[in-house]
């Protein structure tokens, strides 16, 4: 009796199955996923941290749409933000998530990318790839700015207000961009309102696309091999098949960090300030967050070494020739097609990584 | 693939259940079961703050609507033959000053499709501008149009130049 009802649910599982297979394709789906492989090496850990941050790329469009419940742009900002973090139930929890996954995601992308540099997995046929992933970098970081405004504290005010000096120190066009951007010459609810517009609606809409055509690229030429496993014969290089055996591995990754955000974000929850009061003196040390020092103290040191418009067009071509390197490594980079290791690529990202992490401690350092 | 398994997974487990076959649970069994236990307590762990988050204000505003009785400051100035509104809790009400020097007060929700009622004192009506309903505005009954019941009364206690407003 047992045995013949369980046989009867089975039957009508699969005939829903059949019937959604046949107009979905799922059959398709599933064969891709049953021979897809993924390689495995003692640098495979650097594979999951894409997937790292798509991750908490999911936690921001989540927690973002739980604090749009209750966040007014515009001059109640700032009161809006009060109440979801002292007045409305674990609404404290629900933005100190937002802030840190913010932050964790910017952590994660710049691991995968220079994991990404490092096994030089932008070369052909993965070049678009790379590039894709170079934009989605620069739109995180736009993402972090316009976000870090909307609280309206005294941090988020002058920090916005500093940072604002990195797109102000482009020659000769730099103001103007700069007070469209600001909505006027001094920040103000006009500059609640667009940042406001740009992070909820207008980056979310580029960046998805992008996003979109980045997993695509993923999943059209699979996982990149590091020059290292290339040089191997066929026979000894090793694979895992991706579902289910990656697939689990990076479920337990996104667990971790589940863990490390829930964590952060309880133990450590975000602060929110004063209300920002344009007439009030700036607080010692302020300074843009951590994924902006880098620029920022570049700019600050060559305009102190060279003062004036020199230092400022210095500061900056610096660091457009950084991102202009990261461009066009694919192309640079051609020596490690036969296998071999390019140097060239690897001294370049060497020495883009040490350039950020010593600006950046520098920046610190003189807070 | 995983369909299957999981299909499967539930025959064998219902097997175990009728306690046909083995005694203990398989190592499959064993790891379904225990992915599934500590997924519920993840999904428990992110949706109830995320319940009471969505749901403050409906607690807030249960919690306003629980009131009994409510202070209206000099409202006692009120004149004759007109009338105004304010909160109860957290319906909009109704406190009228009649010809006669008397007070009534109405829950100023239509009893028919909860629209906000009006006090007309030419044609000493309280009407309804949805779909026509018209109440008494001494006794708050329901006299024509679609409202099934009259208007909720409030006790009104005039206190010198306060009036004090509060459920019958």
């Known amino acids: 009796m047992q045995a013949s009802l369980s046989q009867k649910s089975k039957t009508r599982s699969e005939a829903v199955y059949d019937w959604a297979d046949e107009r979905l394709g799922l059959t398709e789906v599933v064969e891709i996923a049953k021979h897809k492989t993924v390689p495995s090496h003692k640098h495979s850990f650097w594979y999951y941290w894409g997937g790292i941050s798509l991750f908490f790329f999911i936690v921001q469009v989540f927690t973002g749409i739980l604090l749009l419940v209750y966040y007014r742009a515009g001059a109640d900002a700032y009161e809006s933000v009060r109440q979801i973090t002292y007045d409305i139930k674990f609404g404290w929890l629900v933005r100190s998530a937002h802030s840190w996954s913010a932050n964790l995601m910017v952590v994660a992308i710049f691991v995968h990318m220079f994991s990404v540099l490092f096994m030089k997995a932008y070369r052909k046929p993965r070049e678009f790839g790379w590039w894709s992933g170079l934009i989605l970098l620069a739109l995180t970081m736009v993402f972090g700015f316009s976000g870090y405004l909307l609280p309206m504290d005294d941090l988020a005010?002058?920090?916005?207000?500093?940072?604002?000096?990195?797109?102000?120190?482009?020659?000769?066009?730099?103001?103007?961009?700069?007070?469209?951007?600001?909505?006027?010459?001094?920040?103000?609810?006009?500059?609640?309102?667009?940042?406001?517009?740009?992070?909820?609606?207008?980056?979310?809409?580029?960046?998805?696309?992008?996003?979109a055509f980045h997993l695509f690229m993923v999943q059209k030429h699979g996982n990149a091999m590091p020059p290292s496993e290339e040089a191997k014969p066929a026979s000894e290089r090793r694979f895992i098949r991706f579902f289910p055996d990656f697939f689990a591995k990076d479920m337990g990754m996104w667990l971790i960090a589940l863990n490390v955000l829930a964590i952060?974000?309880?133990?450590?929850?975000?602060?929110?300030?004063?209300?920002?009061?344009?007439?009030?003196?700036?607080?010692?040390?302020?300074?843009?967050?951590?994924?902006?020092?880098?620029?920022?103290?570049l700019l600050k040191v060559f305009g102190r070494w060279f003062p004036g418009m020199t230092g400022e067009v210095l500061g900056m071509a610096v660091f457009s020739i950084a991102g202009l390197l990261l461009v066009l490594i694919p192309f640079i980079d051609s020596d490690s097609k036969s296998g071999k290791r390019a140097r060239l690529a690897t001294y370049i990202g060497l020495g883009l990584l040490f350039g950020m992490l010593l600006t950046t401690i520098w920046g610190y350092w003189e807070v | 693939m995983l369909n299957e398994e999981i299909v499967k997974n539930i025959i064998e487990s219902?097997?175990?259940?009728?306690?046909?076959?083995?005694?203990?649970?398989?190592?499959?069994?064993?790891?379904?079961?225990?992915?599934?236990?500590?997924?519920?307590?993840?999904?428990?762990?992110?949706?109830?703050?995320?319940?009471?988050?969505?749901?403050?204000?409906?607690?807030?505003?249960?919690?306003?609507?629980?009131?009994?009785?409510?202070?209206?400051?000099?409202?006692?100035?009120?004149?004759?033959?007109?009338?105004?509104?304010?909160?109860?809790?957290?319906?909009?009400?109704?406190?009228?000053?009649?010809?006669?020097?008397?007070?009534?007060?109405?829950?100023?929700?239509?009893?028919?499709?909860?629209?906000?009622?009006?006090?007309?004192?030419?044609?000493?009506?309280?009407?309804?501008?949805?779909?026509?309903?018209?109440?008494?505005?001494?006794?708050?009954?329901?006299?024509?149009?679609?409202?099934?019941?009259?208007?909720?009364?409030?006790?009104?206690?005039?206190?010198?130049?306060?009036?004090?407003?509060?459920?019958?």
């Open chain 1, 264 to 297: 952060l974000a309880s133990l450590y929850p975000w602060q929110l300030g004063t209300q920002a009061d344009p007439l009030a003196p700036a607080p010692a040390g302020i300074h843009p967050e951590w994924y902006f020092m880098s620029q920022f103290q």
């Open chain 2, 14 to 168: 219902e097997e175990i259940e009728e306690g046909e076959g083995k005694d203990l649970l398989s190592r499959r069994e064993f790891f379904w079961l225990g992915s599934g236990a500590v997924g519920a307590v993840y999904l428990g762990a992110i949706g109830y703050p995320v319940y009471q988050y969505l749901s403050t204000p409906a607690q807030r505003s249960a919690e306003a609507a629980a009131v009994t009785q409510t202070t209206l400051d000099n409202a006692a100035n009120l004149p004759k033959k007109s009338a105004m509104m304010f909160k109860f809790g957290a319906k909009p009400a109704m406190l009228i000053h009649q010809e006669d020097g008397s007070w009534s007060a109405f829950n100023a929700v239509c009893t028919h499709l909860g629209c906000t009622v009006k006090y007309e004192p030419e044609q000493s009506r309280i009407f309804c501008a949805c779909h026509g309903g018209v109440y008494d505005p001494v006794t708050g009954a329901n006299t024509a149009g679609p409202p099934p019941k009259p208007l909720t009364k409030f006790n009104v206690e005039v206190k010198d130049a306060s009036i004090i407003i509060s459920k019958v």
């Open chain 1, 157 to 211: 005010y002058f920090a916005t207000k500093v940072g604002l000096e990195i797109p102000a120190s482009i020659p000769i066009v730099g103001d103007l961009i700069t007070n469209i951007v600001r909505g006027g010459q001094e920040l103000s609810e006009v500059t609640i309102q667009r940042f406001f517009a740009l992070h909820v609606v207008i980056l979310p809409l580029v960046y998805i696309p992008f996003l």
